[in-house]
């Protein structure tokens, strides 16, 4: 018995060896051994088209009060204005198949996320690629909607520890269940090669709900050029769509209005027939990024925009996982009015280990009112009607392209109002310090 597990364990350890390195593979491939042949080229064969990479998020947040609300990675606790966290530990595995000619016929991807509290998948798809043009490909599964520029930027490359509220808000999680046809042309040689068309049909509820509380899908669709070289610059932009709902769980829907003595309110339709009926979810967005390169590095703006309506509850404009209201009692839905918008500027210092960030960002969840008009008496309007801005400023050292530390500051404004809590800007800046490894 001891025999045999000592040949197995040097099977195991002889392929992993000769898995790993590349110099390995070429080494034992002149040796023409049965065992090779008909053994280990097999087993190799079958993992060559896997690859693996990932990456750790560990940070250190202060911020400037205890109990702080945040989309800088979450509220904080009650009595805390500091905190260690993880704040994204990721593993991913692609599998991808190629034609004869090494253009991809078949994608497999699986991705989770792993930290202290607790782990989920993120992404879960399978991308069947058309193989006579090239051109055309269909996904099906859980993977990120194709809309906005920020939304789709992954986090292990995106200058700034978070996404805008307006992101956070309207897409939660970046990715949800359906299926999209894509016009990507492969080869570099095809003239529409830069240009890239998404559209898809979706849940809607993203990754914050279990199931589709509904039957009402959500048709996204994105249409972009991808980044367009000429001298020493770079430009690339899109154009974004949504068109979507939920369902109505009760005949009441509010929506934004006037009052007879000339106060902005949200007046009620109870009409029988809102009931059941979708609430309008309607996006539009356009963004453009300009890159220069330069003797020291490279600078780059990037600007994107949205608009549209947005259903939600009165307490909240968050796209929900599960019907508004309680367990069994749907709540009225409010139908608000949005814009929202992202500015970056960044900027290499003396080289591209170091880097300047600066980013503004607003989410206007209700443009039909603002400031003082929100918590007037009689009005329906409450905390979720508040115009927020954030100005980002950070520095970003790279230690080699898989290390960086970042060095983050938001500082955070709300619209002063009637609200009790709100009357002021209340205490929310953050500061972040993390450190991230990929591979």
Not at 15 to 27: E, G
Not at 71 to 84: H, P
Not at 315 to 342: D, E, K, Q
Not at 367 to 384: D, F, H, M, Q, Y
Request: charged share 20%.
């Amino acid at each position: 018995m001891i025999k045999i597990r000592l040949r197995v364990q040097f099977l195991v350890l002889a392929i992993i060896l000769f898995s790993s390195s590349s110099q390995a593979q070429r080494y034992l491939s002149d040796i023409d051994s049965s065992f090779l042949k008909d053994t280990v080229r097999p087993l190799i064969k079958r993992f060559e088209n896997i690859n693996i990479s990932g990456y750790m998020q560990p940070q250190f947040q202060v911020a400037e009060a205890d109990g702080a609300p945040s989309f800088a990675g979450g509220n904080f606790s009650q009595y805390s204005s500091s905190r260690f966290m993880l704040r994204r530990a990721r593993l991913k595995i692609d599998y991808l198949l190629r034609t004869a000619e090494r253009m991809p016929k078949v994608l497999f991807t699986f991705q989770i996320d792993a930290t202290e509290r607790g782990v989920i998948v993120r992404d879960m798809f399978i991308r069947l690629f058309e193989t006579r043009k090239n051109t055309l490909a269909m996904t099906a599964g859980f993977f990120a909607r194709p809309y906005g520029f920020e939304v789709n930027l992954g986090s292990s490359y995106r200058e700034t520890p978070e996404r805008g509220r307006m992101s956070q808000t309207l897409m939660p999680g970046e990715r949800d269940l359906g299926v999209m046809f894509s016009f990507e042309p492969q080869k570099k040689d095809h003239k529409l090669y830069h240009l890239k068309w998404d559209a898809g049909f979706f849940n809607g509820q993203g990754q914050s709900g279990t199931t589709d509380f509904d039957s009402h899908k959500d048709f996204i669709s994105r249409l972009t050029l991808k980044p367009y070289s000429f001298k020493k610059m770079e430009l690339g932009a899109g154009l974004s769509f949504l068109r979507g709902g939920w369902k109505n769980g009760t005949k009441y829907v509010y929506e934004s209005g006037t009052s007879a003595g000339g106060d902005k309110i949200f007046v009620v339709d109870s009409s029988e027939s809102n009931l059941g009926t979708s609430a309008p979810r309607h996006y539009y967005g356009g963004d453009i990024q300009y890159k220069i390169h330069h003797g020291w590095g490279e600078t780059e703006w990037r600007a994107e925009y949205w608009f549209g309506t947005q259903p939600g509850s009165a307490i909240s404009t968050t796209n929900p996982g599960t019907l508004p209201g309680l367990p069994g009692v749907p709540a009225p839905t409010y139908v608000r009015h949005f814009n929202g918008a992202f500015f970056y500027f960044l900027q290499n210092i003396i080289n591209t280990k170091h880097q300047l960030v600066l980013k503004y960002d607003w989410y206007d969840p209700n443009i039909k009112v603002s400031k003082t008009e929100i918590g007037k008496p009689g009005t329906n309007l409450t905390a979720a009607d508040i115009k927020f801005s954030t100005l980002g400023v950070g520095y970003v050292y790279y230690f080699n392209p898989q290390t960086k530390i970042t060095f983050y500051y938001d500082i955070v404004e709300n619209e002063k109002t009637q609200l009790a809590g709100f009357t002021d800007d209340i205490k929310d800046n953050v500061f972040t310090c993390r450190l991230q490894f990929r591979f």
